[in-house]
């Protein structure tokens, strides 16, 4: 059973950093491609960054510049630093793994808001 287990959100002002973590468990973790998507109020859940096995890193160009994915394979752990914060990155943040089968396992979430 494949579990992630996000960290790491919070209240931040404008122009503040954040680093979230999302841990998991129940996979060989170095061989799954994982990412995180957000969803703010009223809106659809869209990807923020992903890293593949190889290191592969893209972002969305919202996010470009500001935002880093990196991974640990001897955490099982993905992150995500969050620089100059706009209250537009206000959301609910979630942690994605793809596993080898195709099926899509997500976190619970992790609220990140951005006062301005």
């Known amino acids: 059973q494949v579990q992630l287990v996000e960290s790491g959100g919070g209240l931040v002002q404008a122009g503040g950093s954040l680093r979230l973590s999302c841990a998991a468990s129940?996979?060989?973790?170095?061989?799954?491609?994982v990412g995180w998507y957000r969803q703010a109020p009223g809106k659809e859940r869209d990807s923020v960054a992903r890293?593949?096995?190889?290191?592969?890193?893209t972002y969305a160009d919202s996010v470009k510049g500001r935002f880093t994915i990196s991974r640990d394979n001897t955490k099982n752990t993905v992150y995500l630093q969050m620089n100059a914060l706009k209250p537009e990155d206000t959301a609910v943040y979630y942690c994605?793994?793809?596993?080898?089968?195709?099926?899509?396992?997500w976190g619970q979430g992790t609220q990140v808001t951005v006062s301005s």
């Open positions: 994605l793994l793809i596993g080898l089968d195709g099926q899509t396992y």
């Open positions: 129940g996979t060989t973790f170095e061989i799954n491609t």
């Open positions: 890293i593949t096995p190889a290191y592969i890193r």
